[in-house]
């Protein structure tokens, strides 16, 4: 198993990235800390194969945990680390490239996205872990794996290069996890209903990526897993099936009225959905549970 450490000075957002990995075959935490002096102390004492970093946390700079978590004497003795931050601007994404970060996902995303990564680095670590003997091959296919990891794949300035910076002053990102973002042309970002918030949203969203595949989340079990009361929790969750970016699904129990399941939409499956002509209530699971 890799064991990994969730970093993040937000304890709920913390939670529900540990949720994610817990959902990935071969993963396991080993805890979750909210600053970067615990952080420290928590790799010295757990000793995990992989830490969850965000770069803003209350005491430390996360460039400065990085560098200490990955610049000790024996690399091979610490942890690889995964950045997975709001921090979108060019000098962090260089630092953390430089200081030995093995991803960079920048918040929000969907949490599909941090499964697929981790499920790459798992990749990658075995085939690191194989290594016998390498021809010249080998050692290129390993080392472009670990060069197109990051949140870039060229080098700033050459065509294709990723910039975030640029995304986020032109409006040109891809849509966020909640339905919003700019759609191909650069159009200006959709706005969120009277009384929602991004922050709160990008919450929920997270809350509903967690969970089981298939199965999908009532609005009690997101309000559970965001801190938040039912009622708001189904506000969000109603907004991103109008924004096309989650389905719901009715399961009917024994009595009482169905429950309402809400399911996330990846890209591919918003445009099925949107092009059929169904709505959420023409999918039913039947079900005995009328919890």
Not at 129 to 147: K, M, S, W
Not at 188 to 217: C, I, N
Not at 218 to 235: F, H, I, M, Q, W
């Amino acid at each position: 198993m890799i064991r990994v450490l969730v970093v993040d000075d937000d304890f709920m957002v913390a939670r529900l990235h540990s949720a994610l990995v817990e959902q990935v075959s071969g993963f396991e935490v080993a805890g979750a800390v909210h600053s970067g002096t615990d952080a420290l102390a928590a790799v010295r004492e757990l000793r995990p194969d992989l830490v969850l970093l965000d770069m803003y946390l209350p005491d430390l700079p996360g460039l400065q945990v990085l560098r200490e978590l990955r610049g000790g004497a024996d690399p091979e003795e610490g942890p690889d680390v995964l950045v997975v931050t709001a921090a979108r601007d060019a000098e962090t994404v260089r630092g953390a490239k430089r200081g030995g970060a093995v991803q960079y996902i920048i918040k929000p995303f969907e949490g599909q996205l941090l499964k697929e990564r981790l499920r790459r680095y798992a990749e990658h670590r075995a085939a690191l872990a194989t290594l016998h003997a390498p021809q010249q091959d080998d050692v290129d296919r390993l080392f472009d794996e670990g060069a197109g990891s990051g949140a870039t794949r060229a080098a700033p300035g050459a065509p294709g290069a990723a910039d975030p910076d640029r995304a986020a002053a032109t409006g040109s990102a891809a849509p966020g996890p909640y339905g919003h973002g700019s759609p191909a042309g650069g159009a200006a970002p959709a706005r969120l209903p009277k009384g929602l918030t991004e922050q709160t949203a990008r919450l929920v969203r997270t809350a509903l990526e967690a969970g089981t595949r298939g199965a999908g989340v009532s609005a009690s079990e997101c309000a559970a897993r965001s801190g938040l009361s039912r009622v708001s929790a189904r506000r969000y969750l109603e907004h991103f099936v109008t924004a096309g970016t989650a389905r719901v699904t009715l399961r009917y129990g024994t009595t009482g009225r169905p429950e309402r399941r809400y399911h996330p939409l990846g890209a591919a499956e918003r445009g099925s959905v949107s092009g059929s002509g169904r709505t959420a209530e023409d999918s039913v699971i039947p079900t005995t549970d009328n919890s």
